[in-house]
């Protein structure tokens, strides 16, 4: 059976992966920096989550890159919600 899309490995957490690999710091110390839990950070860099939390890989890609992937506003939550269910508007 294969993976369905929604658990297809993308390239934001493909990309942060290897730069949690190639990081010279020690998983304690990126743990101390990040406050993310040191148990994630081993399973997530020995392949044994296979879905993980996105927001964890979006705070440590950033936190690895020092770049922000998304610039926040003052509207940006409004944006993000879906439309009304039944097709009316207000």
């Known amino acids: 059976m294969s993976t369905p899309k929604y658990d ?9 992966l290897r730069l949690l690999k190639a990081d010279r710091r020690t998983l304690e110390d990126l743990h101390e920096q990040t406050r993310i839990p040191l148990a994630w950070l081993r399973k997530f860099h020995s392949g044994e989550i296979k879905v993980p ?9 950033e936190f690895l890159t020092r770049k922000k992937l998304f610039h ?3 509207h940006s939550a409004r944006a993000a919600k879906p439309a009304p269910m039944g097709g009316s508007r207000r």
């Open 72 to 74: 926040a506003s003052k």
């Open 8 to 16: 297809a490995i993308c390239s934001l957490l493909d990309r942060t």
């Open 53 to 61: 939390n996105i927001n964890r890989v979006h705070y440590l890609y």
